[in-house]
């Protein structure tokens, strides 16, 4: 098959968030026959309470492409057959995709999945690389199946994780890997030149969506696994403590010493006017932090604003 018949296979292109839509326009720019896009239905509203559109919903409409969002995929596989694809592409469509869809295309259903597979299936793995601290991560693409994330595997790209990235900076980098990763194999794909990797099931770990109650910081945490879960939920959706009742989202910090001087939770000020925090092994510097109804800022200026004395985040 030739560069040119493989931009006239019909694709159908599963995909919610902003990653997704990253992906999804850079195959259309490519030249790629995207014939439909499937999204979750519009759930985030806006300050005024109306519904905003998702990101590849928004693709959808700028290039004049059908967008189909299904409250159950169950129940529209008709709907599916109808559509006539004959490959379906899908990354962090939010929902598992049933057998009978995945069945229906003539070349398959194939996934971008960002981790390095085996390890770190399911929802979140962006996020738990940072929380477990990883140096790299990348996306893999595989085969589609029944079991979440458990296909066999096609190509591998890498991702390599520095000490300052967190979850919004290694978004960007893990959505153009996907984006690359896609546009260097899916005409090999396609002609069949791919071999297939079965996933080492004994090797497989596993990530969970992330729930409100994930974004509440544990005192009970270590310095490093502290720093590190401020890292996979920043800037957004934010890691909080309480202070004084009121939601302290902490969204940058660093490593001070290994000392404890102060009772842990306690927020104390260092020379220079830098706003700390103590921990069960160590010492941290906020760097960026926001109280609930207030703007980021840095530690100083929240101090210029803020009695710190005695507060003890909880």
């Keep these: 098959m030739t560069k040119n018949d493989c931009k006239k296979i019909k ?57 189909y969002q299904f409250n159950s995929l169950k129940e529209n596989i008709n709907n599916f057959r109808s559509i006539l694809p004959e490959l379906i592409i899908t990354i962090a469509y939010g929902k598992i995709v049933p057998e009978d869809i995945l069945n229906i295309p003539q070349y398959g259903s ?14 979140a793995p962006i996020q738990y690389a940072l929380f477990l601290g990883l140096k790299e991560t990348g996306f893999t693409l595989m085969k589609m199946v029944k079991k979440m994330d458990a296909g066999d595997m096609y190509a591998k790209k890498i991702v390599t994780i520095s000490e300052d990235d967190n979850y919004s900076s290694l978004e960007e980098k893990m959505e153009k890997c996907a984006s690359d990763l896609l546009l260097e ?31 509440k910081l544990s005192l009970d945490l270590k310095l490093n696994d502290f720093l590190n879960k401020i890292r996979g939920l920043s800037l957004v959706p934010g890691g909080f403590l ?3 009742d009121k939601k302290f989202k902490i969204l940058e910090a660093r490593k001070i010493n290994n000392e404890r001087k ?39 200026s929240f101090l210029n604003g803020n009695h710190i004395s005695n507060i003890v985040l909880k």
């Design 11 to 67: 694709i159908l292109f599963l995909g919610t968030p902003k990653m997704s839509a990253f992906v999804l326009e850079n195959l259309i720019l490519a030249g790629y026959n995207v014939i439909g896009i499937v999204s979750q239905p519009d759930k985030e509203k806006d300050r005024k309470g109306n519904l905003l559109e998702t990101e590849t919903k928004k693709i959808g409409k700028k290039y004049n492409i059908p967008v």
């Design 110 to 123: 194939i996934n971008l999945h960002g981790s390095i597979l085996p390890k770190l299936r399911g929802a």
């Design 185 to 215: 194999n899916i005409d090999k794909y396609l002609n069949n030149e791919l071999i297939p990797v079965k996933q080492e099931e004994d090797e497989a770990t596993f990530t969970s969506k992330i729930t409100k109650e994930d974004e």
């Design 242 to 244: 309480y202070f004084n």
């Design 262 to 300: 102060y009772q842990v939770g306690s927020l104390f000020v260092e020379p220079k006017n830098k706003l700390c925090l103590q921990l069960l092994d160590g010492s941290i510097i906020l760097l960026k932090v926001q109280l609930e109804g207030k703007k980021i800022m840095d530690g100083s």
